[in-house]
């Protein structure tokens, strides 16, 4: 028995052993750069999400900063190499451009900004700048933002908060009344069930059947678009009168001699802007929550600078332009978390011909993964890089260093930087004057493939 045993397990060794070889030599090209393709199908994706940070870091000692694998059902390279990386991301119109997975082009639409090259692109990422530009927050959505926030957080004393809850709320509520005057209420309330959905569709493996969480997303997509169809049919009715929200200037488009755009288009622009702010802005707001009950001697600085700005106002003073201007420490408190946490541990492209890396051949349709995570990381740009250190980011230039990807680089450099770093600033303003917090012990935080806290991250308020 015992015998049969070792033959057996021997048998199966070989096995998998042909298989992984098979699976190598099935991507094998000339000059392509070194790195395992794993197993058939799966390729190494159960150990990228088993050991994250740390799978990157192994391969990386055993091939370099530039090796291939197989991951999330794609044949991928990963790119560490900061020089490799921003070039990479400057360099779209030589055929590297975005490779989001599938489900979540799917699900976003053909016209969300990641499934679109070229012209397309230019026109469409033209008219969000125009949405989210910092004149139009300064003009027009600051007073919105302000009032939304403020009074979303009160009430909040002597409550227990999951404060990751809160702060995706928070984005949902504050972008759908940007976007089409949607008060909290029914509509707000079901779109906010769906978008949930959408999102978590958007980041499963593409099986369109009931019960998968792609199949969910989909759900999800048909049932927005039809309450967003009825928001823009009303809108129709009503005769247009000086650009209110960004419905307005989206179905208005025209009037400054530019293409209008169909119904399809406006829509999938509202779910990229709903999208892309969702969990960057949530997930940075909760970990600078986590990071300043941490670290007391931030929360004491950040303090003074708020108290300052309401020292001559009323409380029902909103925060102007200059306050926002004069918030230095506070951007150094965003940036410093967006950093130390990772938020955005790299971006996707794919090739769309046969590209040279480094002297190395990527065959077309290969994803990159422009890993950027180690580079926040990095002890000569950012001294003891594991401690919260804000005054790290304060008049050195940093937030524009070339190798600063938080918020990407190039021809998709994040058109919502300042609309996303605002409404954080704006959150940790009413936070930060009107509360005190305590974490109730023991929550867990995750921070690969995503930062989040899988059980919720509760805080007790007081004033
Ligand atoms: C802390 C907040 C945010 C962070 C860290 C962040 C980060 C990023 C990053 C890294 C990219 C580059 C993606 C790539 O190269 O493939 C990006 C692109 C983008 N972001 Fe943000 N983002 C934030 C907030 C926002 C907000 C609030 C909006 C809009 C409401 C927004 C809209 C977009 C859009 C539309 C793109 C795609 C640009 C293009 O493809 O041309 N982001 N963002």
């Known amino acids: 028995m015992m015998g049969f045993l070792l033959v057996l397990a021997f048998l199966l060794l070989f096995l998998c052993t042909i298989l992984q070889k098979w699976n190598d030599l099935r991507y094998r090209k000339k000059g392509m750069p070194p790195g395992t393709m794993g197993w058939p199908v799966f390729g190494e994706t159960t150990e990228f999400l088993k050991q994250g940070p740390s799978f990157m870091k192994n391969r990386r000692s055993r091939y370099g900063n530039l090796f291939k694998t197989h991951i999330l059902g794609c044949p991928t390279v990963v790119c560490m190499d900061p020089e490799l990386n921003r070039y990479i991301l400057l360099n779209e119109g030589k055929g590297l451009v975005p490779g989001y997975p599938q489900s979540m082009l799917d699900i976003l639409g053909r016209w969300n900004i990641a499934a679109v090259t070229g012209p397309a692109h230019k026109a469409l990422r033209s008219s969000l700048l125009g949405l989210i530009s910092p004149t139009s927050i300064r003009d027009?959505?600051?007073?919105?933002?302000?009032?939304?926030?403020?009074?979303?957080?009160?009430?909040?004393?002597?409550?227990?908060?999951?404060?990751?809850?809160?702060?995706?709320?928070?984005?949902?509520?504050?972008?759908?009344?940007?976007?089409?005057?949607?008060?909290?209420?029914?509509?707000?309330?079901a779109l906010e069930s769906e978008i949930y959905k959408l999102v978590i569709g958007t980041l499963s493996l593409p099986l369109k059947f009931p019960g998968t969480n792609y199949y969910r997303g989909f759900q999800a997509r048909k049932k927005i678009i039809s309450l967003l169809k009825k928001v823009i049919k009303e809108r129709r009715k009503v005769p247009f009168c000086s650009s209110s929200d960004m419905l307005d200037s989206l179905l208005d488009v025209d009037s400054q001699n530019e293409e209008k755009l169909s119904d399809e288009q406006t829509i999938d622009t509202i779910l990229t802007l709903i999208y892309s702010g969702f969990e960057t802005v949530s997930t940075t707001s909760m970990m600078a929550v986590k990071y300043l009950h941490d670290h007391p001697n931030v929360l004491d600085e950040l303090r003074k600078e708020h108290l300052e700005i309401r020292k001559n106002k009323l409380p029902e003073d909103k925060i102007t332009w200059n306050d926002y201007k004069s918030m230095e420490f506070t951007r150094a408190v965003v940036c410093e978390t967006l950093r130390l946490a990772t938020v955005v541990n790299g971006v996707l492209r794919k090739t769309t011909?046969?590209?040279?890396?480094?002297?190395?051949?990527?065959?077309?349709?290969?994803?990159?993964?422009?890993?950027?995570?180690?580079?926040?990381?990095?002890?000569?740009?950012?001294?003891?890089?594991?401690?919260?250190?804000?005054?790290?980011?304060?008049?050195?230039?940093?937030?524009?260093?070339?190798?600063?990807?938080?918020?990407?680089?190039?021809?998709?450099?994040?058109?919502?930087?300042?609309?996303?770093?605002?409404?954080?600033?704006?959150?940790?303003?009413?936070?930060?004057?009107?509360?005190?917090?305590?974490?109730?012990?023991?929550?867990?935080?995750?921070?690969?493939?995503?930062?989040?806290?899988?059980?919720?991250l509760h805080i007790r308020i007081s004033d």
Request: glycine share 10%; with cysteine.
């Open 353 to 456: 011909k046969d590209a040279e890396l480094k002297g190395f051949l990527i065959p077309k349709g290969w994803r990159i993964y422009v890993y950027t995570r180690e580079m926040n990381y990095d002890p000569f740009t950012y001294p003891e890089p594991s401690s919260f250190h804000p005054w790290r980011w304060m008049n050195k230039n940093l937030e524009c260093h070339q190798f600063f990807f938080g918020f990407g680089a190039g021809g998709r450099l994040c058109p919502g930087k300042e609309l996303g770093i605002l409404m954080i600033s704006t959150f940790l303003h009413y936070f930060v004057t009107r509360y005190r917090w305590e974490e109730v012990e023991g929550e867990k935080l995750l921070k690969f493939p995503r930062v989040e806290a899988p059980n919720g």
């Open 140 to 189: 027009h959505l600051l007073s919105k933002i302000n009032d939304h926030i403020s009074s979303f957080l009160s009430g909040w004393n002597g409550q227990v908060v999951d404060i990751q809850e809160r702060t995706k709320k928070m984005w949902l509520l504050s972008v759908l009344k940007l976007i089409a005057g949607v008060e909290e209420g029914s509509l707000s309330e």
